[in-house]
């Protein structure tokens, strides 16, 4: 497969520009190395392989001159990119599901030591039963450890989004870890053509910088040191505020994006938005589902709009208020579980709603879980939910499983 | 340690990012006396100046002082060894590791 794509890298596009066919986890490869990352550290998880792959053979091929380091978890993937950011370096590393779960601890600890660390999560359902293939399950349970959690939709997403997080991360207001993540297999395995650019001009868009809390033998300093109750609160606090100051960074940084690479990218995707009467709402590969069925809606009279929230963490609360203050009811589609409660981003979505009093009524589904076949149908039987809800005032009391067998028979 | 002047504890904003400590050394400044269910007391009369608890002492609490001394028994030392009991945490290792049994652990509070 990797001889087939070399072949067709010959291909050549605009000036300073190649439309390359891709997939989602080659595109983070290229990003990163765009990035001129400096420390790689990772462990093989399906269906992140082939980024960290890729970076292998881009420094074995001497196109990138960066540190990889193999380690024997995931655990230590992060640990090591902790030690590497500690020490000044631009770092990258990717996992999926398990990985994850198995860094948990430690994506804690990147965010309280504020290291700009910049990492993909491939979107794939946890164990158990065990699956390899994608939803959301593993990123939705990182969504409060004070990580930026950008969503990509797809392969070109993912290539800009990856670019822009080191820019983020990097910010002297931020220095917060930034996760993009993105669906397994439906983006990560699917070739799509991307644009890439040349790594010269990736480079002056994000210029190496340097953050107040590097560890050096001439300005000794202790990280991560015990905080007893009368420091942890204020310490901690301090995450708060980077992720607080951080959305206004992120939009600076998308518009100084769209500047300088000819982009249109939105905090949020707003898509027939402007007369909707009703609102659904997805994120990641869902959302050319989502402006499918749109689509087909309008064309029966349905006045129906879609949001796509290409940011997860901070919560796009501005945003969320200005689309939803005047829709009739919105619906959102998660691709992972609320265990024991509504799906997960429409429970953030909920309480951005009641903080600001709005009392537009909602609906919860979830669809994909697994990566369960989701079908346009599929989503236009959501928008007939979402008008019904809208046109009664009434909300419905459960949460609706899209394409799940024998889901609302026992209802 | 972020204390201002007046004694009062940094706020949130006053506290280096990710609460990096940049005063190597400032450990010392803890006081960890209120930790102690046992405190350690030296019989200076017992003790043989081995130095043995100095050695063995996880926090650097035991003293060697410059502060010559006679036992009862007659026997002159040049110098004494003495508590840090700012800085002891109360774990008596130093009462163990004592060959002479010089030195006794002591409730703090009955």
Same mark, same amino acid.
């Given at each position: 497969?990797?001889?087939?794509?070399?072949?067709?890298?010959?291909?050549?596009?605009?000036?300073?520009?190649?439309?390359?066919?891709?997939?989602?986890?080659?595109?983070?490869?290229?990003?990163?190395?765009?990035?001129?990352?400096?420390?790689?550290?990772?462990?093989?998880?399906?269906?992140?392989?082939?980024?960290?792959?890729?970076?292998?053979?881009? /420094?074995?091929?001497?196109?990138?001159?960066?540190?990889?380091?193999?380690?024997?978890?995931?655990?230590?993937?992060?640990?090591?990119?902790?030690?590497?950011?500690?020490?000044?370096?631009?770092?990258?590393?990717?996992?999926?599901?398990?990985?994850?779960?198995?860094?948990?601890?430690?994506?804690?600890?990147?965010?309280?030591?504020?290291?700009?660390?910049?990492?993909?999560?491939?979107?794939?359902?946890?164990?158990?039963?065990?699956?390899?293939?994608?939803?959301?399950?593993?990123?939705?349970?990182?969504?409060?450890?004070?990580?930026?959690?950008? /969503?990509?939709?797809?392969?070109?997403?993912?290539?800009?989004?990856?670019?822009?997080?080191?820019?983020?991360?990097?910010?002297?207001?931020?220095?917060?870890?930034?996760?993009?993540?993105?669906?397994?297999?439906?983006?990560?395995?699917?070739?799509?053509?991307?644009?890439?650019?040349?790594?010269?001009?990736?480079?002056?868009?994000?210029?190496?910088?340097?953050?107040?809390?590097?560890?050096?033998?001439?300005?000794?300093?202790?990280?991560?040191?015990?905080?007893?109750?009368?420091?942890?609160?204020?310490?901690?606090?301090?995450?708060?505020?980077?992720?607080?100051?951080?959305?206004?960074?992120?939009?600076?940084?998308?518009?100084?994006?769209?500047?300088?690479?000819?982009?249109?990218?939105?905090?949020?995707?707003?898509?027939?938005?402007?007369?909707?009467?009703?609102?659904?709402?997805?994120?990641?590969?869902?959302?050319?589902?989502?402006?499918?069925?749109?689509?087909?809606?309008?064309?029966?009279?349905?006045?129906?709009?879609?949001?796509?929230?290409?940011?997860?963490?901070?919560?796009?609360?501005?945003?969320?208020?200005?689309?939803?203050?005047?829709?009739?009811?919105?619906?959102?589609?998660?691709?992972?579980?609320?265990?024991?409660?509504?799906?997960?981003?429409?429970?953030? /979505?909920?309480?951005?709603?009641?903080?600001?009093?709005?009392?537009?009524?909602?609906?919860?589904?979830?669809?994909?879980?697994?990566?369960?076949?989701?079908?346009?149908?599929?989503?236009?039987?959501?928008?007939?939910?979402?008008?019904?809800?809208?046109?009664?005032?009434?909300?419905?009391?459960?949460?609706?499983?899209?394409?799940?067998?024998?889901?609302?028979?026992?209802? | 340690?972020?204390?201002?002047?007046?004694?009062?504890?940094?706020?949130?904003?006053?506290?280096?990012?990710?609460?990096?400590?940049?005063?190597?050394?400032?450990?010392?400044?803890?006081?960890?006396?209120?930790?102690?269910?046992?405190?350690?007391?030296?019989?200076?009369?017992?003790?043989?100046?081995?130095?043995?608890?100095?050695?063995?002492?996880?926090?650097?609490?035991?003293?060697?002082?410059?502060?010559?001394?006679?036992?009862?028994?007659?026997?002159?030392?040049?110098?004494?060894?003495?508590?840090?009991?700012?800085?002891?945490?109360?774990?008596?290792?130093?009462?163990?590791?004592?060959?002479?049994?010089?030195?006794?652990?002591?409730?703090?509070?009955?």
């Amino acid at each position: 497969m990797s001889e087939e794509i070399e072949l067709l890298e010959e291909v050549s596009g605009a000036k300073g520009r190649r439309r390359l066919p891709l997939t989602g986890d080659y595109a983070a490869a290229y990003a990163v190395k765009a990035a001129d990352v400096d420390v790689v550290a990772a462990y093989p998880i399906t269906p992140q392989t082939p980024i960290v792959e890729r970076i292998s053979k881009f /420094i074995a091929d001497g196109e990138l001159n960066a540190e990889m380091i193999h380690v024997e978890s995931e655990h230590s993937a992060l640990s090591a990119c902790i030690g590497a950011s500690a020490a000044g370096a631009r770092v990258f590393t990717a996992t999926s599901a398990q990985g994850l779960e198995l860094m948990h601890e430690v994506i804690n600890i990147a965010s309280g030591m504020r290291l700009p660390i910049v990492m993909a999560v491939v979107a794939r359902a946890l164990s158990a039963p065990v699956s390899i293939h994608g939803d959301y399950g593993d990123v939705m349970s990182m969504k409060d450890t004070g990580w930026i959690i950008m /969503i990509a939709s797809n392969a070109q997403e993912v290539y800009d989004f990856i670019i822009m997080a080191f820019k983020i991360a990097e910010n002297p207001s931020v220095l917060l870890p930034t996760a993009v993540a993105f669906d397994g297999f439906l983006t990560s395995h699917v070739m799509e053509p991307v644009e890439i650019y040349d790594d010269d001009y990736v480079r002056k868009f994000i210029p190496k910088s340097k953050w107040p809390h590097v560890l050096d033998p001439r300005k000794p300093l202790t990280m991560n040191a015990t905080a007893l109750p009368e420091w942890y609160y204020e310490i901690r606090y301090q995450v708060i505020d980077a992720l607080n100051k951080s959305y206004n960074v992120i939009r600076e940084v998308m518009n100084e994006f769209n500047k300088y690479f000819n982009r249109n990218y939105r905090i949020l995707d707003a898509y027939h938005m402007d007369d909707a009467e009703y609102a659904l709402i997805t994120y990641g590969a869902m959302w050319g589902f989502a402006r499918e069925a749109i689509d087909r809606a309008r064309a029966r009279g349905v006045k129906v709009g879609g949001i796509n929230f290409n940011l997860l963490r901070p919560i796009p609360t501005d945003k969320v208020v200005d689309l939803l203050s005047n829709v009739k009811s919105f619906i959102v589609i998660d691709k992972a579980f609320g265990y024991g409660a509504a799906g997960p981003l429409f429970t953030d /979505i909920a309480a951005v709603l009641k903080i600001y009093d709005i009392n537009t009524p909602g609906v919860s589904a979830t669809h994909g879980i697994g990566q369960r076949t989701m079908f346009v149908k599929d989503f236009e039987r959501a928008i007939d939910l979402v008008v019904k809800v809208g046109n009664e005032g009434k909300s419905l009391k459960n949460v609706v499983h899209l394409g799940l067998r024998g889901w609302g028979e026992t209802l | 340690m972020h204390v201002s002047n007046e004694g009062e504890l940094a706020k949130w904003y006053e506290i280096p990012i990710a609460g990096v400590v940049n005063e190597p050394g400032n450990t010392a400044k803890i006081i960890v006396s209120g930790w102690r269910t046992f405190k350690p007391v030296i019989d200076q009369d017992k003790c043989t100046r081995c130095g043995i608890c100095w050695m063995y002492c996880p926090e650097g609490a035991i003293k060697y002082v410059n502060k010559p001394y006679s036992t009862k028994k007659g026997i002159n030392y040049g110098f004494t060894y003495e508590i840090d009991y700012d800085h002891c945490k109360g774990c008596r290792i130093c009462v163990v590791e004592c060959p002479v049994k010089a030195i006794n652990a002591v409730r703090e509070h009955e």
